[in-house]
Each structure stands twice: as C-alpha cells, then as structure tokens.
C-alpha cells in the first residue's frame, strides 16, 4: 500500500512538471526604463525561476529578483529560465521623464504611471495628479522627489517634477542630451513675486518645452515643468495641492 501511495505521489509530480510551460512571458518595454538608484520589477513571469544577468552591472545591478539603476547609461539584461532566454536593452536615467502625449486623459496618464499619492483641484481650479510617496523613504525616486500632472477640461496640459538638491550635473547633462536652450525669461509665481526661469526646446519631441528655475523651498529642489509649445503655460501658479514643495 505504501509503494502504491508512493509512486501515485511520483506520477503526479511528473504530471505536473510535465503541464509546465518553459516559454518566458515578457511584458514590459524593450529597452527597459530604469529610474537611477531604483529597484525596478520586470513585467515577466515563467512557470521556473527566472534568473537576470547584467552585461554591465556598474549599470544594471540584478538585486533579488530585481533591477538596481547603478549609474546612468545603458546595458543588456539577459533572462533565463533554464530552458529559454531573452536579451533586452535597459537605459538608467536620472528619473524617469512624464509623457510627452499632451492631451491625453488623465485615465491615460493613470494606466501609465498608477494611481496618484493625492489628486484634487487646487487654487485656480485645476486637477492635479501628485505622484510621490513611491518608496518607504517618502519620495517618487531617488532623484525626483515629485511628479505632478496638471489637466483642464480632463486633458493633461503639464507636468511638474522636483529634482533634488546634489544632482547639479547629472541634471545638466541630462538637458544637454535632450533639450536645446531657447530663451530665459521672469516666470510669475504670484502677482507679486517673479524668478528667473530658463526654457528648452525638445531635441525630438520638438513641440515639448522644459522649463527650469529653483524651487526656493526648504529642500533647495530644482523644479522642472513640461508642456506643449502651443499652450501658454508661463503665467500658470506653480503650486499643485497643498504639499510641501
């Protein structure tokens, strides 16, 4: 009886191992955007253990089934199952940009980036999407520690993001890769006060414009705001919703 209970046991097993699937089902973007200093999940599951492999881990670090952004740059990822293997490119980035589809619902805009740490109407009658609080150690990513999104009439028109004190030249480089600088001209923030912002002009997205200018608050952030040329976004307030930036 107990021989018999024995390779009952033994069969189902290979039975079941038989019904699994070797293929690696891949669900995310090639290359992969990895925000710097960010543990990032890759959308791809296996029925076995998958295994990540970095061509360049001063890059791309694997960390327990994840991603560590090293440094910014770009590497290869290998995964492997065992049985099956798929290469995909990966680019660490200061932090990740906010989509250049200007116009698009703010129901786009949470199948992108998830639901927001807070949403509501400020001041002057717009809804924001505030996006922090991504981490235990309270901020969106490491270099970014706010992203907000701005709609009127349900269509997203701007979007905001506060980069933190400390990375001067990763920032600089960042603009020089992607924007061209266009013009430097007084934003008003209020009726009464005014700082001297710096525009950009998209290298590819040619329509998007960068704005650039100290956020004056306690944390010594640079703010960065995006929007379509089209739109006459200067004379916008700047606050979103009652945070503390």
Known sequence: MKKTLFLMVIIAALATGCNKSKNLDFKDTDPLQIALRDNYKVNVSSDYDITFTSANPLVVEPKDGKLYGKN?????????????????????????????EFGCSSSHVRSLYGDPYQSGYNDAG??????????????????????????????YIEADLYIR?????????YLTEN?????????????TDSVLTCLYRNKVEEHVILGKYPSGNQYNETLLFYYHESENRLGMPRKALGTNR
């Open 165 to 173: 004190n400390g990375v001067d030249y990763l920032l600089e480089n």
């Open 126 to 155: 717009t809804l924001v999407y505030v996006y922090t609080m991504k981490t235990d150690e309270g901020y969106y990513s490491w270099a970014c520690g706010e992203m907000d999104f701005f709609f009127n009439d349900g269509k």
């Open 72 to 100: 910014v740059g770009s590497t290869q990822i290998t995964m492997d199952n065992g049985y099956k293997s798929m290469t995909v490119g990966a680019n660490v980035s200061l932090f990740i940009q906010p989509t250049f």
């Open 179 to 191: 924007f061209n600088p266009v013009d430097t001209v007084y934003l008003h923030l209020t009726e």
